[in-house]
């Protein structure tokens, strides 16, 4: 129907420089079939009920871990269709045209800023919780897309935003149109509430995020410092909504099989076991995904939203829980991984009878680990994880990104041995983070000794003095994707073969017993005041 519609208007200079924008993308076709499947033969247009059923988001049962789901919020997503249509798309009275087809979908999908997608965004949400019946306090000062934003947002308004961010996010990975029959499982995502209340409140640091419900906190978060802080720290937040826009117009023409089906459940029951078992759950891969333009955040994507349709390695290379504790028995895991690297490191740093407030933080590493006694690497960055998230990326200044250190092989004195552990920016004894070999300490230093990474605390209330914490847990997962986990297991196994080989004994070599150095030792050790001719 595209196609028709742009050969009975040639001339029309808006239609040509549209298609060119979507031909650009690689999304024209997708959207020439979608049009085609949408439009009612007769009219040539698209009926607005037809596309606000395309982005519908009715679920029969909502539940979100660790919080309690508003009753609003059903109300909040059953809108988000129309708020959709109705803020992208501006139909005539017949339906929707092919140029208004067009136009709608380039505003959201087309190549435009992050902060603009993230205004549209913000613009569709706050249109939904008006509907709905729960209006949140910002403010557009005019009718334009990328119009500025006043006003202020709650962190329950917030908290529902990025759990609307997340379903869309998920819903575009399962490839699967929501049906009224279907339930959505929300993740832990107070680490992200919490990151905006520690940033955009003045007395934010104050907050006790261990005891406190987040999403209850009687707070009024000024809208453009949010807007500020999710550019800063969740760069990739609004791109949840126009994936999600692509994917459902893409699911128009795909027809869902039980295969499709058999993924969406195992993305939700792998969800759920991932949240009981490893540091890295689904809520919080979620999130690095949105601070990283990289293929990085594909691969966390597929460990965020696991599907049987991928054939994807086991990413999780090391974990001290199942492997035991200690570089030697990390290294053995990761040894011959070159690709990117998250370490993750649970541990606390209070009493024993404080192990609730625990805090999780992540280093992301360019590269895989290498044994040298200095600094290495070619970029990386650091993440505050739980209980408040926050990115820490490169600042350009230094280069000491990461360090790994064994003990060395050969027993030789060294006036000045260098420490064996893993450490994160700073300098020698003075890392930015250093984990000793034990695995049983971890330490944290003020920002101030490193110049590698950008300044922020990395746990709450980390003060100026460095900190010793126990470690409780460490994780290391492989992002290098399939190509640099089978060059890994290559790797290990001509390790192991050479291994093998170097066991064997050649028992002909051993076979005379009077010529063998073993036995000169011996003697040796029995009379060594014997007087021994050498045979010349």
């Known amino acids: ?315 999780l290379l090391y974990r001290s829980y199942h492997h035991g504790k200690g570089l030697n028995r990390l290294w053995s895991n990761v040894d011959g991984y070159h690709g990117p690297l998250l370490l993750l490191i649970s541990a606390f740093s209070g009493e024993s009878s404080e192990i609730s407030q625990k805090w999780i933080i992540g280093a992301l590493a360019q590269q895989g680990f290498e044994n040298r006694d200095g600094f290495y690497g070619n970029g990386g960055c650091l993440y505050s994880i739980f209980p408040v998230f926050h990115v820490f990326s490169a600042s350009g200044t230094e280069k000491n990104y990461l360090y790994s250190h064994l003990h060395s092989t050969v027993r030789a004195y060294d006036p000045h041995p260098k420490p064996v552990g893993i450490a994160f920016g700073g300098t020698s004894g003075h890392e930015r983070i250093f984990l000793d070999d034990d695995f049983a300490k971890v330490t944290v230093r003020h920002h101030a000794v490193d110049k590698t990474y950008q300044h922020g605390s990395l746990f709450p209330n980390q003060g100026y003095l460095p900190v010793e914490a126990s470690v409780l847990d460490v994780e290391v997962w492989g992002l290098g994707g399939k190509t640099a986990r089978e060059i890994q297991m290559s790797y290990q196994k001509r390790e192991e073969l050479f291994t093998e080989q170097r066991r064997t004994i050649d028992l002909k070599t051993f076979t005379n017993w009077e010529d063998s150095p073993e036995k000169m030792m011996m003697d040796m050790m029995s009379n060594p005041n014997t007087v021994r001719r050498e045979d010349r």
């Open 1 to 315: 129907m595209g196609q028709s519609s742009s050969t009975e208007t040639p001339n029309s200079k808006e239609e040509r420089e549209l298609e060119g924008q979507a031909a650009s993308s690689g999304s024209l076709p997708l959207l020439q079939t979608s049009f085609s499947k949408l439009a009612d033969p007769s009219s040539h247009s698209i009926p607005l009920s037809s596309l606000q059923q395309c982005f519908s988001l009715k679920y029969t049962s909502i539940s979100c871990e660790k919080a309690n789901v508003p009753d609003c919020f059903q109300g909040f997503l059953d809108q988000m269709a129309a708020s959709i249509t109705d803020t992208l798309f501006v139909p005539q009275k017949g339906g929707l045209t092919w140029v208004e087809f067009l136009r709608g979908y380039v505003k959201c999908c087309g190549r435009i800023s992050a902060s603009s997608l993230l205004n549209i965004m913000l613009r569709v949400f706050a249109l939904s919780a008006d509907r709905a019946g729960s209006p949140m306090g910002i403010h557009f000062d005019s009718e334009e897309l990328d119009g500025k934003i006043s006003g202020s947002i709650s962190p329950r308004e917030l908290g529902m935003i990025i759990w609307v961010c997340w379903i869309m996010s998920w819903n575009s990975r399962s490839s699967k149109s929501a049906t009224e029959s279907e339930h959505v499982s929300i993740p832990d995502l107070n680490h992200l509430v919490f990151s905006a209340v520690v940033s955009c409140m003045d007395n934010g640091s104050d907050v006790d995020v261990w005891n406190t419900d987040v999403l209850s906190l009687e707070a009024e978060l000024t809208a453009g410092k949010i807007h500020m802080w999710a550019i800063r720290t969740l760069p990739n937040l609004a791109e949840c909504f126009s994936n999600f826009i692509s994917s459902r117009l893409k699911a128009v023409f795909t027809e869902p099989t039980g295969t499709e089906n058999s993924g969406t459940i195992a993305a939700e029951s792998t969800s759920a076991e991932s949240n009981e078992v490893h540091i890295l759950t689904c809520g919080r891969a979620w999130a690095m995904t949105l601070s990283q333009r990289s293929n990085i955040s594909e691969e966390l994507l597929r460990i965020c939203f696991p599907s049987n349709n991928d054939v994807i390695p086991d990413s």
